[in-house]
């Protein structure tokens, strides 16, 4: 594949994910989940209509794991503490910071794709 095919299906990728709700993890280990606006050639991502999750404190993990031991079945050991959220709205990423990203799909999102591509692969519009 050649520089210019390359880059217009980068493009094309990235079109695709326009309006799309990201999950974006960053290095600092928040999580940004939010709808996707634009990127710049840094890499930085905008996020619209966002809510940054961040993870529990020390002391909340020791209070979690504590309720879990006295509270657990013989041999098990499964620890769920609630991440803190807050809304933020309008947010840029530096791209720098980001570890990962993921399209966040539903499953109605999935099946609702794909009766469209099937309708496209019949010709029907």
Do not use: W
Not at 29 to 38: D, E, P, Q, T, Y
Not at 53 to 60: G, H, L, T
Not at 81 to 95: E, H, K, Q, W
């Amino acid at each position: 594949m050649d520089k210019i095919a390359a880059k217009a299906e980068a493009e094309e990728f990235l079109k695709s994910l326009l309006n799309r709700n990201l999950r974006v993890y960053t290095t600092d280990g928040r999580l940004f989940v939010g709808n996707f606006k634009c990127t710049d050639t840094h890499s930085n991502i905008v996020l619209s209509l966002t809510y940054e999750y961040r993870q529990p404190s020390q002391q909340k993990l020791a209070e979690a794991a504590a309720a879990a031991s006295t509270s657990a079945e013989p041999g098990k050991s499964t620890v769920t503490a609630d991440m803190p959220s807050r809304y933020l709205g309008l947010v840029v990423i530096p791209g720098h910071h980001i570890v990962k990203m993921e399209v966040e799909e539903f499953a109605s999102q999935v099946k609702s794709r794909s009766i469209f591509e099937r309708r496209d692969l019949y010709g029907g519009r």
